[in-house]
């Protein structure tokens, strides 16, 4: 096999998942409801009325997976907590059994020669919470300090980087403004409340766990980081609306986390839509947690300009076509369809705007690590007569973005590790168990797992640590 790009030693190779992407057993356990049960049970709010109910049924099937990942040769393995399953209510009582159930997880994938990289929120916020006001009310930033400091407590020093939160923009804008996601509302002062609320929420936890574990703790948050570009890069128009977007989706988190500040036009830009007085004095010192390591999620590129009020705005962006649109205050930006390829998912498939996003970020803060926390592509996978799964697309897609990476540690960037999405096909959010993520086949009827064309090609990669060429097929 030849080998076309080597990695640095000490690479970090992974995959990752999430709890109710994976987990089903939704009401055992002695977990509670999450929005997530909630939205999903709702009619038309996911594609064929799926829900997360058995999902992966990692939960019961949660040692075999973790012999899938021993298998690969993975280093690491990133999955999320969910809240409800340890905290029903999200505040007051912890649940004995699913603090167990993550536990012996730790233990397991540790014994497996497989560091845990935990997340704290993916999204499955207890339903409890919810019902008083989920991330527009301050006190769920509070109680998620009060579970963070839980875990850590648990799971102590077992886990090997911390991450506090899973790609807030999706919990804020989607959840809050353009309802594709849960709790499914459109309403976009809440959704910068939201936004708020969940740096205040990565602030006071990352802060919980370095006050249980020590300053030495490998705390992290991930974001997935919008690249945008202009229609018209020579239109000041085009150029501003590119700006308002970079904002909202990259500055409005990355600046208080990293520097303690918001950027300075966001609040002028939404001043029609909010006052911003949820933020109070000293929490942005909060928010600024030092952190040991960024994690970055990425999968395609927009393209963007000042909508000119001809015909009906475009919305093709990769975040759905809702009736409302997540980018709050910017409802004059429109996003154009990009050429293609494209996944399954409408996304194109851009490697190059993947070192171009590793390149801005890592110069601008130079002294932080990056993780590729995420990465990877759904495709409608077929089975062969052979019985496997020769998914020429997705290692395609896998070889061209992690050349993307290399090419940007080319450039100096310090990135430590990269995380495949998905190590199994799991329950995609808004569009159920249409779209497949996973480098393991799961057949939704019978649960069996089998590893696809791209997980072979995958783990030689690890094994090497170098590329292989993209071209091989397996048998
Ligand atoms: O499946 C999701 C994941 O939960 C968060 N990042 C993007 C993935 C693909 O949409």
Redesign the pocket.
Known sequence: MTSTRTFPDGFLWGSAT?SY?IEGAVAEGGRGPSIWDTYSHTPGRVLNGDTGDVADDHYHRWAQDVGHIKNLGLHAYRFSISWPRVQPGGSGEFNPEGIRFYSDLVDGLIAAGVQPVATLY?WDLPQELEDEGGWTNRETALKFADYAERMAHELGDRISVWTTL??PWCAAYLGYASGVHAPGRTDGAAALAAVHHLNLAHGLAGRAIRSVLGADTKLSVTL?LHVTHPDDPSSPDDLDAVRRIDELGNEAFLLPMLEGRYPSQLMADTAAVTDWAFVQDGDLELINVPLSVLGV?Y?SSSRARKYDGVGERQQADGHGNATASPWVGADDVEFLPQPGPHTA?GWNIDPASFTELLVKVGGRYPDLPLMIT?NGAAFYDEVSADGRIHDVARVDYLYRHLDAVGAAIDAGVDVRGYFV??LLDNF??SFGYDRR?GIIRVDFGTLERTWKDSAHWYSALVTTNSLPNRAVTYR
């Open positions: 999430a992407q993916h899973n790609e997935n999620n999968y998912m995420e999405w998905s995609e959010w993520f």
